[in-house]
């Protein structure tokens, strides 16, 4: 899941994107605050799934292919609410 500021996004210079990762196990739920679980069917996801916002991380762009889906403001939220508590930001 994509999570860097869309002005990094668009700029084609900038190669790194910020991303935190998903997984389908269901053991990664365990995880605390910052496992934040995405329901099936949301943004397109095929399978219920958690955000590891412990696991935040930076890609090369020519990593990714297709966009499956963009998530509401809802589920961002706790995905803000997800990375603020794994990088102390509160």
Same mark, same amino acid.
């Given at each position: 899941?994509?999570?860097?500021?869309?002005?990094?996004n668009?700029?084609?210079?900038?190669?790194? $994107? $910020?991303?935190?990762?998903?997984? /389908?196990?269901?053991? #990664?739920?365990?995880?605390?605050? *910052?496992?934040? &679980?995405?329901?099936?069917? *949301?943004?397109?996801?095929? #399978?219920?799934? $958690?955000?590891?916002?412990?696991? &935040? *991380?930076?890609i090369?762009?020519?990593?990714? *292919?297709? #966009?499956?889906?963009?998530l509401?403001? /809802?589920s961002?939220?706790?995905?803000?609410?997800?990375?603020?508590?794994?990088?102390?930001?509160?």
């Amino acid at each position: 899941m994509i999570v860097s500021h869309d002005g990094f996004n668009r700029v084609d210079a900038w190669r790194s $994107i $910020i991303v935190v990762p998903l997984s /389908t196990s269901p053991k #990664q739920r365990r995880r605390g605050p *910052t496992a934040i &679980v995405v329901a099936k069917g *949301t943004a397109g996801l095929r #399978q219920d799934s $958690i955000a590891l916002c412990h696991q &935040v *991380t930076t890609i090369d762009r020519s990593k990714l *292919t297709d #966009q499956i889906g963009e998530l509401p403001a /809802t589920s961002m939220r706790r995905v803000g609410e997800g990375l603020r508590a794994a990088l102390a930001l509160e």
